[in-house]
């Protein structure tokens, strides 16, 4: 069956179908389980099993696995060295649906998906990362013919090119094999199982257990709320505790709930950036509501490079379609994805661009465009929400800037997620 209790909805929106924390016997049956054995369960560390009795067994749903693309993550303490020379299986399928992670009897970690050895990471590949009696985290990311796993932040195995077919199992057994045979010793904190590949970047967060740290990064966030707002000087005071404090040029705080409203013509706030890196990572995200009776090249955002334009996210007047303008006039289009001109429609915009010059358009939690390679130069110091001409016409908040950070898919969900749940609680 489909158990998604241990999951966040960003999770889920990035394919993750079954996911738990064992923590009681109860729990196990209510999610279409059964306890062999008699395993001991406490409900903030899991479930720790004997490695002589003790196994879970699961039902699932065939069609969640009938996918090319399969992703885990597999949080663990063992209570056996890792050369002690033994078959030790986190979790298994039967016999003609093998999906499994096992540490094997020379010692290494091994993968199999669709009845297919996917990746093996050799005892010397992995011993240094490996840690004996404490916690380990696996995460394996795979899509038939490119599969690759880490260990505790160290990808050990790397794009094999293996190619796998799924064949949905009927049953997960958690901490054995199929037939009750090489159980895992030790305690299994979280298990979770995806129906789509995860970024490598994704992956490794995981390992490091790190996904959720871009909120812990001091970018400037302007909140758009009443008690950020300092008329007396003009300004957004910096919500981000980053003292990066935006100066107000023409908007007008909006009353009653989040945001400033930019009229369209030289309405902006001007925030300051670093600029500090040789190149250009960049995270970029924000709400806009669009004014029924907007209309023109609406520059949503403006990053400069000294004097001059380096970046723009631009909403074009002949056919609402969001754009980039990008290397100093240069001009990359979002084809289809398109903001109608709904003044009730909320929308939240992020843009990643990453080392390889590649812009990354998210609407609402949504992928919904990457562009090929484009140009760009190093960012300098100064950000302008809006512009100092032909400006966004309508509301925005939410503006935020990661230098040097490029947002996952993963993290971007999460922020869409978390800000409109805050938002709808005002």
């Known amino acids: 069956m489909s158990v998604v209790p241990a999951s966040l909805g960003a999770e889920r929106a990035r394919g993750c179908f079954w996911a738990s924390v064992f923590p009681s016997a109860a729990r196990v049956v209510k999610d279409g389980g059964a306890v062999t054995g008699a395993p001991t369960f406490d409900a903030a560390h899991g479930v720790t099993m004997d490695g002589a009795n003790d196994y879970l067994t699961y039902n699932m749903l065939l069609q969640e696995w009938a996918s090319v693309e399969f992703s885990c993550v597999a949080r663990f303490t063992p209570t056996f060295a890792l050369d002690d020379g033994s078959a030790h299986f986190l979790f298994d399928g039967p016999a003609m649906g093998v999906y499994s992670v096992l540490k094997n009897a020379a010692d290494g970690l091994q ?5 297919t050895g996917v990746g093996t990471a050799a005892y010397a590949d992995i011993a240094a990362a490996w840690n004996d009696l404490t916690e380990n985290i696996i995460v394996v990311s795979s899509t038939t013919g490119n599969t690759s796993m ?5 990808q050990i195995v790397t794009a094999d090119a293996t190619a796998w077919a799924p064949i949905p199992p009927v049953w997960i057994v958690v901490g054995a094999t199929n037939g009750g045979v090489n159980k895992f010793p030790g305690t299994i904190h979280e ?4 129906h789509t590949k995860l970024t490598d970047q994704e992956a490794l967060d995981y390992s490091d257990g790190v996904q959720w740290d871009y909120k812990e990064q001091r970018a400037p966030l302007y909140t758009g709320r009443l008690n950020t707002y300092d008329p007396a000087h003009n300004l957004v005071l910096d919500a981000s505790g980053n003292g990066r404090d935006g100066e107000i040029s023409g908007a007008t705080k909006v009353i009653g709930r989040p945001g400033y409203l930019f ?3 030289n309405d902006h706030i001007e925030s300051a950036m670093s600029g500090s890196a040789a190149t250009l990572e960049l995270s970029v995200a924000c709400w806009v509501q669009r004014d029924a ?4 090249d609406d520059r949503i955002w403006t990053q400069y490079f000294g004097n001059e334009v380096n970046i723009e996210l631009v909403l074009r007047l002949d056919n ?6 990008h290397g100093h006039g240069g001009l990359d289009q979002a084809s289809g994805i398109f903001l109608p001109k709904n003044q009730y429609d909320a929308h939240h915009l992020v843009s990643t661009f990453d080392s390889a010059n590649i812009w990354r358009l998210y609407v609402d939690g949504v992928l919904v465009y990457t562009s090929g390679a484009l140009i760009f130069t190093s960012y300098g110091q100064k950000f302008l929400w809006g512009f100092t001409s032909v400006s966004w ?3 925005m908040w939410g503006m935020q800037a990661w230098e040097e950070m490029v947002l996952t898919p993963l993290q971007v969900a999460d922020l869409f997620q978390r800000e409109r749940r805050e938002r709808n609680r005002l």
């Open 263 to 265: 009229d369209g013509d």
């Open 191 to 194: 298990l979770k199982f995806f």
């Open 393 to 395: 016409a309508g509301t």
């Open 293 to 296: 009776n907007g209309g023109n």
């Open 150 to 154: 880490w260990l505790n932040g160290v």
């Open 320 to 325: 609402d379609e969001i754009n980039m303008v």
């Open 111 to 115: 993968v199999f998906l669709g009845n």
